[in-house]
């Protein structure tokens, strides 16, 4: 049975509970003071460790970007390098019809020198028959119908035009016509040969086949002149042009050359030798790069909707005062 007598306690009995009481606080605190350390050495270590893993993926992001971007650019490079082959094939099947065509002319020409000597041998002979006695032909009689030397001449010219036929690059060989035995008139003159291109045409011949899209700004009086002069010179030169008209744009000076991004060095020197023509011909012009992505632009292109005028990768804009001043 429990007393219910009040229990009397002396002061030491008190100092005794109140040390116990003391010493148990203090142990508490320090708990409470080891948790609170561990709490934030925890935080700590959390900050930290999310900190590495965002900066991991961020690295791992950035990597897979690049790999992106490397992966566009060889994908247009190897665009780039299967138009050029294309390029190359066709001039390659261009270049062996000139040669099929060049050996049948051949052929022909030296068909033709053996009967030039045939018809000289037999003259000849027939010369060498004649009576030695005949009488002198009186001075009002008709020219003789073979002249021995002229046509040892002429032999000898047509044996050099056959020569420098099968040594020279592949071109169309003209061959002088032969003369009958009994033409008694001189040949005719040879056609004067064609002028030679202008500087302009012949510094861009070396890059035939060279595809080009002509902006022209609709607002520009005298931008279909200018692009059509251009054009034609290209086409000259062998290039590849399509013209268009492009309205809704302004603030354009010059006739600005731009390259496609990520095109092949042979298109960068291309164009670099287009504006350094252009600037030789009397045009203001300049070489820039497209701001945008190359298949989209401002405002409206009236044209051929085949090719694409995205489809070149030179791309040739004519602006406000596309001729130098005098």
């Given at each position: 049975?429990?007393?219910?007598?009040?229990?009397?306690?002396?002061?030491?009995?008190?100092?005794?509970?109140?040390?116990?009481?003391?010493?148990?606080?203090?142990?508490?605190?320090?708990?409470?003071?080891?948790?609170?350390?561990?709490?934030?050495?925890?935080?700590?270590?959390?900050?930290?460790?999310?900190?590495?893993?965002?900066?991991?993926?961020?690295?791992?992001?950035?990597?897979?970007?690049?790999?992106?971007?490397?992966?566009?650019?060889?994908?247009?490079?190897?665009?780039?390098?299967?138009?050029?082959?294309?390029?190359?094939?066709?001039?390659?099947?261009?270049?062996?019809?000139?040669?099929?065509?060049?050996?049948?002319?051949?052929?022909?020409?030296?068909?033709?020198?053996?009967?030039?000597?045939?018809?000289?041998?037999?003259?000849?002979?027939?010369?060498?028959?004649?009576?030695?006695?005949?009488?002198?032909?009186?001075?009002?009689?008709?020219?003789?119908?073979?002249?021995?030397?002229?046509?040892?001449?002429?032999?000898?010219?047509?044996?050099?035009?056959?020569?420098?036929?099968?040594?020279?690059?592949?071109?169309?060989?003209?061959?002088p016509q032969p003369q009958?035995?009994?033409?008694?008139?001189?040949?005719?003159?040879?056609?004067?040969?064609p002028p030679p291109p202008?500087?302009?045409?012949?510094?861009?011949?070396?890059?035939?086949?060279?595809?080009?899209?002509?902006?022209?700004?609709?607002?520009?009086?005298?931008?279909?002149?200018?692009?059509?002069?251009?054009?034609?010179?290209?086409?000259?030169?062998?290039?590849?042009?399509?013209?268009?008209?492009?309205?809704?744009?302004?603030?354009?000076?010059?006739?600005?050359?731009?390259?496609?991004?990520?095109?092949?060095?042979?298109?960068?020197?291309?164009?670099?030798?287009?504006?350094?023509?252009?600037?030789?011909?009397g045009f203001s012009a300049?070489?820039?790069?497209?701001?945008?992505?190359?298949?989209?632009?401002?405002?409206?292109?009236?044209?051929?909707?085949?090719?694409?005028?995205?489809?070149?990768?030179?791309?040739?804009?004519?602006?406000?005062?596309?001729?130098?001043?005098?």
């Amino acid at each position: 049975m429990r007393s219910n007598k009040p229990v009397n306690m002396d002061i030491d009995q008190l100092r005794g509970w109140a040390s116990i009481m003391d010493k148990a606080m203090i142990v508490s605190l320090v708990a409470t003071l080891l948790a609170v350390s561990a709490l934030g050495i925890t935080t700590f270590l959390s900050f930290r460790y999310s900190g590495a893993v965002r900066a991991h993926e961020q690295s791992a992001l950035d990597r897979y970007r690049g790999l992106e971007s490397q992966a566009a650019e060889h994908e247009r490079e190897a665009s780039a390098a299967r138009e050029k082959l294309a390029t190359l094939e066709r001039e390659i099947a261009t270049a062996q019809g000139r040669t099929a065509t060049l050996e049948q002319e051949v052929t022909a020409a030296r068909e033709r020198a053996a009967a030039f000597e045939q018809a000289a041998r037999e003259a000849t002979e027939r010369a060498a028959r004649l009576p030695r006695e005949s009488a002198p032909a009186p001075e009002t009689s008709r020219n003789p119908l073979f002249d021995a030397a002229e046509i040892r001449r002429r032999l000898a010219d047509l044996g050099k035009l056959v020569r420098d036929a099968t040594t020279r690059a592949p071109e169309a060989v003209e061959e002088p016509q032969p003369q009958k035995a009994t033409e008694a008139h001189p040949p005719a003159p040879a056609e004067p040969a064609p002028p030679p291109p202008s500087p302009f045409v012949a510094s861009l011949q070396r890059y035939a086949g060279t595809k080009a899209a002509l902006f022209l700004l609709g607002q520009i009086s005298d931008a279909p002149a200018i692009g059509a002069t251009i054009s034609a010179d290209l086409g000259q030169a062998g290039w590849l042009p399509e013209t268009w008209t492009w309205g809704g744009v302004a603030g354009i000076f010059g006739v600005v050359v731009l390259v496609r991004d990520g095109s092949d060095p042979a298109t960068h020197e291309a164009a670099a030798a287009l504006v350094d023509a252009l600037g030789a011909a009397g045009f203001s012009a300049s070489k820039g790069d497209w701001p945008a992505n190359w298949g989209r632009f401002r405002g409206t292109l009236n044209g051929p909707q085949t090719p694409s005028p995205t489809d070149a990768a030179i791309r040739i804009v004519v602006g406000e005062k596309a001729r130098k001043a005098p």
